[in-house]
């Protein structure tokens, strides 16, 4: 059974720096994009990052793009979100998930707090 499982979250001053893990357990990524989302409290969740595991090709939303960057490390079955100059507005539980049909897999989140 594949589980993602997800780390690094935290609370963080505004400005600072954080870098959330998703790693793959009871399997491998090698196919298909690998993303990150997030949901504020009171807001729907929404797209922050997305890889292609085959070629490492990245996009962003607009909200995030010249501050987070998505990576992956091919030996360590892992993808990363490195996240600088943090906002209050970064305030979210993010989720990896890798959708992989038939099957749709999600981490189990990790709180990321942004204080000013």
């Known amino acids: 059974q594949v589980q993602l499982v997800e780390s690094g979250g935290g609370l963080v001053q505004a400005g600072g720096s954080l870098r959330l893990s998703c790693a793959a357990s009871g399997g491998s990524f090698d196919s298909y994009n690998i993303g990150w989302y997030r949901r504020a409290p009171g807001k729907e969740r929404e797209f922050v990052a997305t890889?292609?595991?085959?070629?490492?090709?990245?996009g962003y939303s607009t909200s995030v793009k010249g501050r987070f960057t998505i990576s992956r490390d091919i030996a360590k079955n892992t993808v990363y979100l490195q996240m600088n100059n943090l906002e209050p507005e970064d305030t979210a539980i993010y989720y990896c998930?890798?959708?992989?049909?038939?099957?749709?897999?999600w981490g189990q989140g990790s709180q990321v707090t942004v204080s000013y």
């Open positions: 998930s890798w959708p992989a049909p038939p099957n749709d897999y």
């Open positions: 890889i292609r595991w085959s070629s490492g090709s990245a």
